[in-house]
């Protein structure tokens, strides 16, 4: 299985609510990643996990909060978000933090 | 200066030509180097990486580093519409105080058939 899941595929919220993203990978796979992407720009990097611990947050505003529940599993919980949040979001899996890493099919999460 | 490098194109061959994307980076530290190919509206997806010096290939894909230049290529032979996509360069860089990847911000390819 060399698949990384993400659900949902697409999120619709208001600035009020709560929301959040799951990821999945079954591939034995050490690090997790969540990446932000805005139409026509790379991704830009959010939080990583290595190792199930937190390794590095980008600055991430607060408002973004991610849980690596054991090795296979991440999670990024949504709270009052802004219209500026609306993007694609990636999740990636490697064997290490130096290694290839693979990105799920992402989330398109719009705020309203 | 930014930490990966790409002419954003957009570039055109027609098919069963040779594409070739370049790729610059900052940072004499890096070690992993990697291509991804994006399609529009979908997720990036690895097509090579390369660790060492010289060239890898992969089917039509060829990936090229140079490190005393900073530089790597992808060289993709008879293109096809089906290559038509945003190609990603990203490398890692410990700039930062860890290894975060960099991405560039791609450069868009269209294979005309």
């Known amino acids: 299985d060399t698949e990384v899941t993400q659900t949902p595929k697409h999120l619709v919220m208001g600035m009020t609510n709560k929301k959040s993203l799951k990821c999945e990978q079954h591939?034995?796979?050490?690090?997790m990643y969540w990446y932000k992407q805005k139409a026509k720009k790379p991704p830009e990097l959010m939080f990583v996990y290595s190792y199930e611990k937190l390794s590095i947050n980008e600055s991430v505003p607060s408002r973004f909060s991610p849980e690596c529940p054991n090795s296979s599993l991440l999670n990024l919980h949504l709270h009052a978000l802004q219209p500026e949040d609306s993007a694609l979001y990636l999740c990636a899996s490697s064997q290490g933090t130096y290694n290839e890493q693979f990105f799920g099919p992402g989330t398109r999460l719009t705020v309203l | 200066q930014k930490e990966v490098e790409q002419n954003s194109g957009p570039l055109s061959v027609p098919e069963g030509a040779i594409a070739s994307l370049n790729c610059t980076y900052s940072d004499r530290g890096s070690q992993s180097f990697f291509w991804y190919r994006q399609y529009s509206g979908k997720s990036p997806e690895l097509i090579m990486f390369?660790?060492?010096?010289g060239d890898k290939e992969d089917g039509r894909f060829t990936a090229q580093l140079n490190k005393a230049s900073q530089y790597v290529s992808l060289l993709i032979r008879d293109s096809q519409p089906s290559d038509s996509a945003t190609y990603l360069c990203a490398v890692n860089s410990f700039k930062t105080g860890a290894n975060n990847l960099f991405f560039g911000t791609g450069t868009r390819l269209t294979v005309i058939p």
């Open positions: 591939m034995g796979h050490r690090a």
């Open positions: 390369i660790y060492s010096n």
